[in-house]
């Protein structure tokens, strides 16, 4: 039996999943590591636990659950994106990672946009969000200048990891346009926003496709970790890419829709779109493709607060069974889910949650319910973006925390009026690095029978006009609380910050 390696690096844990030609995971094997948070704000990893994660991983693969080194063909990646490896002349790491979720340079976020204006979003398709890596590069090089000049490149983090398996440093094209500093336009890096922040364009590593060939394993990697010099390594994805393959969105008007502690609605684009920086554009797993995504901060998030705040006794299963019996609308109670702020389509960090509606009728499963309806409008306001632009979803798939649940999987497919299908085997990331791996080694001439082969999908839950028609109702309503909150979520907002300053 052969094996392609799936190597799904997270930001808690890595996880390694070894699948037959057939998709079939044979066995998984998972490895924690620690996030460190210095001061408010900061999120940073060592990569060394990277590393060392994803070997023991890999020999537990071998060692417990009976792989024949000489059976592992190839391996490949999916990664946490934004995150920034700093090297050395000798390759060496600079300074802990700093990741994705750090949000300390917002200073630098401001630089951007004054240096390059709308030419920026011209040319990465993006705004130059705290979250990408190239503000975080200009944070090390304004606040840090030693360790600044010491560097030679940087890498992010699955594409470090690569690196220390195969000596060959590179980096996958959609974790490049999460840098925002590749040009979408020509696919190359960006002369142009280099020259306007004095960054040495030579910091910049090579690009590769996510199934060109990386290397092999070296000889000192595969003393570590029990692996063949003979098994071949691809470039593999960033997170959100590489769960678009596993998730089978391959085609031009298929969206997933992802429930986790934020929400995701992605979608696969067969030519480079612009969407004025509402929603992220980043180059697909798949070679030639791109695809777009939109990001709800609270998701899942909202309902976990909620519960946490209002239900802790009470299990999930049991609270979407009661608000399951409520009427559509839950009484007439609408929530907006920014309890955190919000990305898209709404970039504002000051905006905040609101119930509305509240009257003495209504019973705690109403509110859980408007919870649940309040996440899944957000979700309509993303879709919305793409039926303004021209490029109309007409089928969802669904995944995470609210693809557990029949009836969230129906909620959505009547506020979305579109069919919406879960997983059976819901692996997301991991399984499309290993579908990039079986793709990389030639198992499949064709994406599409790689996903038919790989992707196994569960029910199909279509949408009921009469349902759709009254959520659409409320819609109408709920898609006027931002601009209805915002200015008021402000003032208490600056009222708070003073009030706690003052203290």
């Known amino acids: 039996m052969n094996y392609v390696l799936g190597v799904d690096l997270g930001t808690s844990a890595v996880k390694v999943s070894a699948v037959t030609p057939t998709g079939t995971i044979a066995a998984q094997e998972s490895f924690d590591y620690p996030l460190s948070q210095p001061l408010p704000g900061y999120s940073e990893q060592n990569p060394e636990d990277w ?81 990408f890596t190239l503000p975080k590069l200009l944070w090390v090089k304004e606040n840090e200048p030693d360790i600044y000049q010491q560097a030679t ?54 690009l590769i496709k996510s199934t060109d ?26 997170d959100n890419a590489a769960g678009a393959v596993g998730a089978g969105i391959i085609n031009d008007n298929n969206a997933m829709v992802s429930i986790g502690t934020s929400g995701v609605v992605l979608k696969s684009e067969p030519q480079l779109p612009d969407y004025q920086g509402t929603l992220q554009v980043e180059d697909h797993g798949i070679p030639g493709r791109y695809y777009s995504m939109g990001v709800t901060l609270a998701a899942g998030y909202s309902l976990n607060w909620f519960k946490r705040t209002f239900a802790a006794n009470e299990s999930f299963e049991r609270l979407t069974a009661l ?32 119930f509305i509606g509240i009257d003495g009728t209504q019973q705690s499963a109403d509110f859980t319910r408007a919870v649940m309806e309040g996440i899944t409008f957000s979700f309509m306001d993303l879709l919305n973006v793409y039926q ?63 996903v038919d082969t790989f992707v196994h999908y569960g029910k199909t839950y279509y949408p009921d006009d009469a349902s759709h028609q009254l959520y659409q109702q409320y819609y109408a309503v709920y898609h006027q609380l931002y601009r209805a909150t915002k200015s008021l979520t402000k003032q208490l907002l600056d009222i708070r910050r003073q009030q706690n300053h003052a203290e």
Request: glycine residues 10%; contains cysteine.
């Open 51 to 131: 590393v060392s994660g994803t070997t023991v991983a890999i020999v537990n693969l071998i060692l417990k659950d009976g792989l024949k080194p000489a059976e592992i063909s190839s391996l490949s990646f999916s990664g946490q994106m934004h995150g920034l490896v700093l090297l050395d002349k000798n390759s060496q790491v600079l300074r802990p990672a700093i990741l994705w979720n750090d949000t300390r340079a917002t200073a630098q976020r401001q630089e951007i946009e004054e240096k390059l204006g709308s030419q920026f979003e011209a040319i990465t398709k993006n705004e130059p969000l705290e979250g």
């Open 153 to 206: 490149t940087f890498l992010t983090p699955k594409d470090y990891v690569r690196y220390r398996m195969t000596g060959n440093l590179a980096i996958d094209f959609s974790d490049a346009t999460g840098t925002v500093l590749l040009d979408l336009n020509t696919g190359q890096w960006s002369k142009t926003i280099c020259d306007a922040l004095d960054i040495d364009i030579n910091l910049c590593p090579p």
């Open 323 to 354: 608000a399951s019996r409520q009427p559509i609308g839950a009484n007439g109670l609408l929530f907006s889910p920014y309890i955190v702020g919000e990305r898209a389509p709404y970039a504002d960090s000051d905006i905040r949650g609101s």
């Open 388 to 450: 303004d632009n021209q490029s109309p979803v007409t089928h969802i798939v669904s995944i995470g925390g609210g693809a557990k649940s029949a009836f969230w999987l129906q909620m959505q497919a009547d506020i979305f009026n579109l069919p919406v299908t879960s997983l059976v085997n819901e692996q997301g990331p991991g399984l499309g690095a290993a579908m990039i791996a079986a793709m990389g080694l030639g198992w499949f001439k064709e994406w599409q029978t790689c």
């Open 213 to 238: 060939l990386a290397g092999h394993i070296t000889t000192s990697y595969a003393a570590f970790s029990g692996l063949s010099t003979k098994t071949s390594v691809f470039g593999g994805a960033a």
